[in-house]
């Protein structure tokens, strides 16, 4: 699960009604990991969450384990694309030029309410809370160019809920998940491309990067028993039958070949 932020919002004219419309991601936007949400990015999931008629949840800063921070319910939600005539006044001209994910949403009131619902209603009404952001999961994505430069486009996604938060939260979880292997296979080459490189390992949660190394270890398990070497390492001679047989390379072996490549790398970052 990931999280994205945005800041643009505005609450209903009377905060006691609770109500509040946001723009919870914007399309276009190229944030600080290279992250782009893609136009059509929540067609999927807007829908499916219509057919099961249940609410998409409103929480305060993603908190889910704990029911007193679910605290509203979406009431609408709607891809913008550019140029579309729904696109509020308030929000900026990059918004309006590239669209985003719109909602509408009401917090809980009355005496059912939660402590956290009542602040919330306030912080926002005061604007002293001004971001919202949202958690989801990526089913479709990929390298792509926007504007000449190199981003991952985020093409489909699977929406959870959105937040109200003090300060967004911004991709804090996997980037690769199923993909250890396919990195694993080519390491050796995406250390050459060190911009690449950093964005994929820096948003690695701990066990995607255990992942990595565990199909790094595993590679050179294959290569060795299969009678090759591994990269940047002398043939080993054949030895006398009846020898101790050399034994696979452990996790650690691999964590060591991973150190050594991300110190590569920051040589090569230091020299550039």
Same mark, same amino acid.
């Given at each position: 699960?990931?999280?994205?932020?945005?800041? $643009?919002?505005?609450?209903?004219?009377?905060?006691?009604?609770?109500?509040?419309?946001?723009?919870?991601?914007?399309?276009?936007?190229?944030?600080?990991?290279?992250?782009?949400? *893609?136009?059509?990015?929540?067609?999927?999931?807007?829908?499916?969450?219509?057919?099961?008629?249940?609410?998409?949840?409103?929480?305060?800063?993603? @908190? *889910?384990?704990?029911?007193?921070?679910s605290i509203g319910v979406v009431q609408e939600a709607?891809?913008?694309?550019?140029?579309?005539?729904?696109?509020?006044?308030?929000?900026?001209?990059?918004?309006k030029e590239h669209g985003g994910l719109w909602v509408?949403?009401?917090?809980?009131?009355?005496?059912?309410?939660?402590?956290?619902?009542?602040?919330?209603?306030?912080?926002?009404?005061?604007?002293?809370?001004?971001?919202?952001?949202?958690?989801?999961?990526?089913?479709?994505?990929?390298?792509?160019?926007?504007?000449?430069?190199?981003?991952?486009?985020? &093409?489909?996604?699977?929406?959870?809920?959105?937040?109200?938060?003090?300060?967004?939260?911004?991709?804090?979880?996997?980037?690769?998940?199923?993909?250890?292997?396919?990195?694993?296979s080519g390491w050796s080459d995406l250390i050459k491309?060190?911009?690449?490189?950093?964005?994929?390992?820096?948003?690695?949660?701990?066990?995607?990067?255990?992942?990595?190394?565990?199909? *790094?270890?595993?590679?050179?398990?294959?290569? @060795?028993?299969?009678?090759?070497?591994?990269?940047?390492?002398?043939?080993? &001679?054949?030895?006398?039958?009846? $020898?101790?047989?050399?034994?696979?390379?452990?996790?650690?072996?691999?964590?060591?070949?991973?150190?050594?490549?991300?110190?590569?790398?920051?040589?090569?970052?230091?020299?550039?």
């Amino acid at each position: 699960m990931k999280f994205k932020a945005c800041t $643009a919002f505005k609450v209903a004219d009377d905060m006691a009604s609770g109500q509040f419309e946001a723009i919870v991601s914007v399309f276009g936007n190229i944030d600080h990991v290279g992250d782009v949400v *893609m136009p059509g990015a929540f067609t999927e999931t807007l829908a499916a969450w219509k057919a099961t008629g249940d609410p998409i949840p409103v929480l305060w800063s993603h @908190r *889910m384990d704990d029911p007193r921070f679910s605290i509203g319910v979406v009431q609408e939600a709607a891809e913008l694309m550019p140029g579309d005539a729904r696109i509020p006044e308030w929000v900026d001209t990059w918004i309006k030029e590239h669209g985003g994910l719109w909602v509408r949403a009401q917090l809980d009131m009355g005496a059912d309410a939660s402590e956290v619902a009542v602040a919330a209603r306030k912080l926002l009404a005061d604007r002293r809370v001004k971001q919202f952001s949202f958690a989801y999961d990526t089913l479709d994505s990929g390298w792509g160019k926007v504007d000449g430069q190199e981003v991952y486009e985020l &093409r489909k996604l699977g929406l959870f809920e959105v937040s109200c938060t003090l300060v967004g939260c911004n991709d804090l979880t996997q980037l690769l998940g199923a993909k250890a292997a396919a990195l694993a296979s080519g390491w050796s080459d995406l250390i050459k491309e060190p911009t690449k490189f950093a964005r994929l390992v820096s948003d690695m949660t701990e066990a995607e990067f255990r992942a990595v190394l565990d199909e *790094m270890a595993k590679a050179d398990s294959g290569r @060795r028993n299969d009678g090759g070497t591994t990269e940047g390492e002398p043939a080993k &001679r054949e030895e006398p039958e009846g $020898a101790k047989r050399e034994e696979p390379p452990t996790l650690d072996a691999a964590t060591d070949r991973l150190l050594a490549d991300l110190s590569l790398l920051e040589l090569e970052v230091a020299l550039s």
